[in-house]
């Protein structure tokens, strides 16, 4: 049997690259400038020695490795994503797909309490993993997020943590299960190649202040920098990635970046990942910054409601901030 692997990226170039990983425990402001200067190079980074502890990430990790195994038609009674709940293959509304299966939760508490009940045999053991874990990863957001106000000289630093501490915060959390290569019969020449580099989640930024990530030890995260040479994020046992997101992008006024990245699928081991989306409630108006206009504002103001309408009515790979470009 030949196993060749053929990839839809044959031709693109990719580049070996080592995210600037911040250490949380660093005194300030040596560690503010490192998450501004990252923010502005990548607008991705890890963070080690963050507070959010082993058993709580174990624990969820567990929940969601008892979820993805579970029988198909068990799993779909939490679907179809809607777009929170249980979703295969289908992202969004617009016809994107990816070799990934997901549970979207809206971090409401009665939100994670329903969606619960049809996700887990035992519904209290799931939501307090969830729980635990979201008020776990909110407080390290807000942590970064204030360094980040204090890296730019913002005078009240919690101007973007507030958002995200707001009851009404609209923020979500992801499971991500990405399952591992199939070998698959070319019909015309019989030849079998398995689908390794198959995307799993397409390439996107994320519309949302902030993303934190938690992933197991198996490599699939690429970013595209600045020459849109996409560069692998490996796995780190203990790290959070974060990532700028739009509504950051916009809030300093371009200073920071909102970074298109993907996940591809690995041909040997499945992998998970766990993403906290931190955003603000709809009704929140989104406007650089005064301390940071330097120079004309290049967004106009907008309301996440409106922006995440405009999200949804487009294809993942679509470019949205652009649409709100002053010029
Ligand atoms: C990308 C980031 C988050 O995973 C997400 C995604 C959302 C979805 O899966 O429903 C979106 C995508 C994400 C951006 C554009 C729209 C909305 C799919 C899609 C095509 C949950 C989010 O908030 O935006």
Known sequence: MVVASPTPFRSEKIQAFELPIIDLSLERPEVSKLIVKACEDYGF???????????????????????????????????????????????????????????????????????????????????????????????????????????????????????????????????NHYPTTVLCKDKDTSVSYNNSNMVGFGEHTDPQIVTLLRSNDVGGLQISLHDGVWTPVPPHPTAFCVNVGDVLQAMTNGRFVSVRHRALINSYKPRMSMAYFAAPPLHSWITALPEIIH??????????????KTAHSLRLGDGRLTLFRTC
């Not at 919690?158 to 979500?172: E, K, M, P, Q």
């Not at 120079?295 to 995440?308: C, D, I, M, Q, S």
């Open 45 to 175: 980074f890890m963070v080690i020695n963050h507070s959010v502890p082993e058993d709580i990430i174990a624990k969820m990790e567990q929940e969601s490795l008892n979820f993805f195994a579970k029988p198909v038609c068990e799993k779909q009674k939490a679907g179809p994503a809607n777009p929170v709940g249980y979703g295969c293959k289908n992202i969004g509304f617009n016809g994107d797909i990816g070799e990934v299966e997901y549970l979207l939760l809206n971090t409401s508490p009665l939100s994670i309490n329903q969606l619960s009940k049809s996700v887990s045999n035992d519904p209290s053991n799931f939501s307090s993993a969830v729980s635990d874990y979201i008020q776990a990863v909110r407080e390290v957001a807000c942590e970064i997020l204030d360094l980040m106000a204090e890296g730019l000289w913002v005078p009240d630093t919690a101007v973007f943590s507030r958002l995200i501490r707001d009851v009404d915060s609209d923020s979500l959390f992801r499971l």
């Open 295 to 308: 120079r004309p504002p290049l967004y106009k103001p907008f309301t996440w409601a409106e922006y995440k």
